[in-house]
């Protein structure tokens, strides 16, 4: 069965090809021996190839023009110097009773009777069995009859002696011939397939992962060939996803170590200097070197929380309790939670929700968690006087909540990667002002987690990152 579940037509399959090319070749041989049979069997002519007459002609005269010069002639001798070599049986017989011939074979009492009355004329006589046909010339010198060139019919050889001796060589040749036609005909193509399939998973065995076969066609080598090509396209891709994994987990290392590097040097940097005996410091500068460990030991701690989270997130483990939920609550909520910061940098704080778009199916502390990291990113990267806007409305498939800025913007070479781990875009919107980081990895996470999907849009003066949740 093909990949597509319908069975193919029988004439598309190899093994129907060749079980029919089989039969079209023994059925060609047959008909050719058939030909030659039937050839044979309308053949009236008993001494098959050749004129006997013009033979025993050409005999009978030769041996009057003999008799006339010699008339005690040897005739055994002279038949079998000059006529010993032709196959076919040539006797002599001559008025007074003598019977000569070209080999050791007998003329038949019968016939000799027969053409003894004839020369004699007197009325034939015989046992009236059929003789078959008899070739004769008579043998004459001057106006006298001296005897007859007699030629019988070759014994019978019955038909399957007569097949054979027509079939034997040519029937040999043409099956020769058809069996190397069938095997260049049938097989050659069919070999080099396989040969080219043999050569496909030998290059992929060494490490050619592109490596493919031909699949043209609709027989077995041909679905064959497609499912090694598809094995190989899954396990190229699979070799490629482990591939890319891995290169994201070093560099994912790499940022881990980088980001935590940062405040552990900001922290030893400062316990050393707290700790050294000969540097004097007073109240207010030993306190402010505290404050600072604590907010970095503070951004330590989130960092690898946030870590965490994104692990579990990521991994499927982080349990969700969803519910209906009122999308306006959900903005009143986070905008509580940010409205000092908001006041802080001097900001807009509001929410908008369309109608139709009330109602959504979430787990409520990962949603406020994902717009709330949302809502921070859009602070820290807002200048003064700016606006920050939470946004419901209807969606294909479910309902779009949205955080709009109306800060500087995003460089639309950075955009397609503001979800990835640690990534670092221009100044303007870089993650060294108290982020982890992680915040949007986070909240990519958090909505897939659910089955929705994330998006982000950025032009100068406006900055649209989009959660579309879908309906349950």
Same mark, same amino acid.
């Given at each position: 069965?093909?990949?597509?579940?319908?069975?193919?037509?029988?004439?598309?399959?190899?093994?129907?090809?060749?079980?029919?090319?089989?039969?079209?070749?023994?059925? &060609? &041989? =047959?008909?050719?021996?058939?030909?030659?049979?039937?050839? =044979?069997?309308?053949?009236?002519?008993? $001494?098959?190839?050749?004129?006997?007459?013009?033979?025993?002609? @050409?005999?009978?005269?030769?041996?009057?023009?003999?008799?006339?010069?010699?008339?005690?002639?040897?005739?055994?001798?002279?038949?079998?110097?000059?006529?010993?070599? &032709?196959?076919?049986?040539?006797?002599?017989?001559?008025?007074?009773?003598?019977?000569?011939?070209?080999?050791?074979?007998?003329?038949?009492?019968?016939?000799?009777?027969?053409?003894?009355?004839?020369?004699?004329?007197?009325?034939?006589?015989?046992?009236?069995? !059929?003789?078959?046909?008899?070739?004769?010339?008579?043998?004459?010198?001057?106006? @006298?009859?001296?005897?007859?060139?007699? *030629?019988? !019919?070759?014994?019978?050889?019955?038909?399957?002696?007569? &097949?054979?001796?027509? =079939?034997? =060589?040519?029937?040999?040749?043409?099956?020769?011939?058809?069996?190397?036609?069938?095997?260049?005909?049938? $097989?050659?193509?069919?070999?080099?397939?396989?040969?080219?399939?043999?050569?496909?998973?030998?290059?992929?065995?060494?490490?050619?992962?592109?490596?493919?076969?031909?699949?043209?066609?609709?027989?077995?080598?041909?679905?064959?060939?497609?499912?090694?090509?598809?094995?190989?396209?899954?396990?190229?891709?699979?070799?490629?996803?482990?591939?890319?994994?891995?290169?994201?987990?070093?560099?994912?290392?790499?940022?881990?170590? /980088?980001?935590?590097?940062?405040?552990?040097?900001?922290?030893?940097?400062?316990?050393?200097?707290?700790?050294?005996?000969?540097?004097?410091?007073?109240?207010?500068?030993?306190?402010?070197?505290?404050?600072?460990?604590?907010?970095?030991?503070?951004?330590?701690?989130?960092?690898?929380?946030?870590?965490?989270?994104?692990?579990?997130?990521?991994?499927?483990?982080?349990?969700?309790?969803?519910?209906?939920?009122?999308?306006?609550?959900? $903005?009143?909520?986070?905008?509580?939670?940010?409205?000092?910061?908001?006041?802080? +940098?001097?900001?807009?704080?509001?929410?908008?929700?369309?109608?139709?778009?009330?109602? *959504?199916?979430?787990?409520?502390?990962?949603?406020?968690?994902?717009?709330?990291?949302?809502?921070?990113? @859009?602070?820290?990267?807002?200048?003064?006087?700016?606006?920050?806007?939470?946004?419901?409305?209807?969606?294909?498939?479910?309902?779009?909540?949205?955080?709009?800025?109306?800060?500087?913007?995003?460089?639309?070479? /950075?955009?397609?990667?503001?979800?990835?781990? $640690?990534?670092?875009?221009? /100044?303007?919107?870089? +993650?060294?002002?108290?982020?982890?980081?992680?915040?949007?990895?986070?909240?990519?996470?958090?909505?897939?987690?659910?089955?929705?999907?994330?998006?982000?849009?950025?032009? !100068?003066?406006?900055?649209?990152?989009?959660?579309?949740?879908?309906?349950?």
């Amino acid at each position: 069965m093909p990949p597509g579940g319908r069975p193919l037509p029988w004439y598309s399959s190899f093994y129907w090809r060749i079980a029919v090319s089989f039969v079209v070749f023994v059925a &060609v &041989v =047959l008909v050719g021996q058939s030909v030659m049979v039937s050839y =044979l069997a309308r053949s009236n002519d008993p $001494f098959g190839p050749g004129n006997p007459n013009a033979m025993a002609t @050409a005999i009978a005269t030769e041996l009057g023009v003999e008799l006339g010069g010699n008339s005690n002639l040897d005739l055994d001798a002279y038949l079998r110097s000059r006529h010993g070599s &032709v196959r076919q049986a040539v006797f002599v017989v001559m008025r007074d009773g003598r019977v000569a011939a070209n080999s050791t074979r007998q003329l038949s009492d019968d016939i000799r009777r027969q053409v003894l009355a004839l020369l004699s004329g007197s009325p034939q006589t015989g046992s009236g069995r !059929p003789t078959g046909p008899v070739v004769s010339a008579p043998i004459q010198n001057g106006q @006298a009859l001296r005897g007859m060139v007699v *030629l019988p !019919p070759p014994p019978p050889r019955g038909l399957l002696g007569d &097949v054979g001796r027509l =079939l034997s =060589l040519p029937g040999t040749l043409v099956l020769l011939a058809a069996t190397a036609i069938a095997a260049v005909v049938i $097989f050659a193509p069919a070999r080099r397939r396989l040969r080219a399939l043999e050569d496909a998973a030998e290059r992929f065995g060494a490490g050619d992962l592109d490596a493919r076969a031909p699949d043209r066609g609709r027989d077995e080598i041909a679905r064959v060939a497609g499912a090694f090509n598809r094995m190989a396209g899954e396990l190229k891709a699979r070799t490629d996803a482990l591939r890319t994994g891995d290169r994201l987990r070093r560099q994912m290392l790499a940022d881990i170590s /980088h980001e935590l590097r940062t405040p552990l040097t900001t922290m030893r940097g400062y316990l050393d200097t707290l700790e050294m005996p000969d540097v004097a410091l007073d109240d207010e500068t030993r306190r402010r070197y505290l404050d600072t460990v604590r907010s970095e030991t503070r951004r330590l701690e989130r960092i690898v929380m946030d870590l965490l989270d994104l692990a579990r997130y990521e991994n499927g483990v982080a349990p969700l309790e969803t519910q209906v939920l009122d999308a306006g609550r959900v $903005f009143a909520s986070v905008v509580q939670r940010h409205e000092r910061d908001a006041a802080v +940098a001097g900001l807009t704080l509001r929410s908008r929700v369309e109608d139709g778009a009330d109602q *959504l199916t979430a787990d409520p502390t990962r949603l406020e968690q994902a717009l709330s990291n949302l809502v921070a990113n @859009a602070i820290r990267h807002t200048p003064s006087g700016g606006t920050v806007d939470l946004e419901a409305r209807q969606a294909p498939g479910g309902v779009a909540l949205s955080v709009v800025d109306s800060g500087r913007g995003i460089a639309p070479e /950075h955009l397609p990667h503001v979800f990835d781990r $640690f990534y670092k875009v221009d /100044h303007a919107r870089a +993650a060294g002002d108290g982020g982890s980081g992680l915040g949007l990895s986070i909240v990519k996470a958090i909505v897939e987690r659910h089955g929705g999907a994330m998006s982000a849009d950025s032009q !100068p003066g406006r900055t649209a990152f989009t959660m579309t949740m879908p309906d349950r």
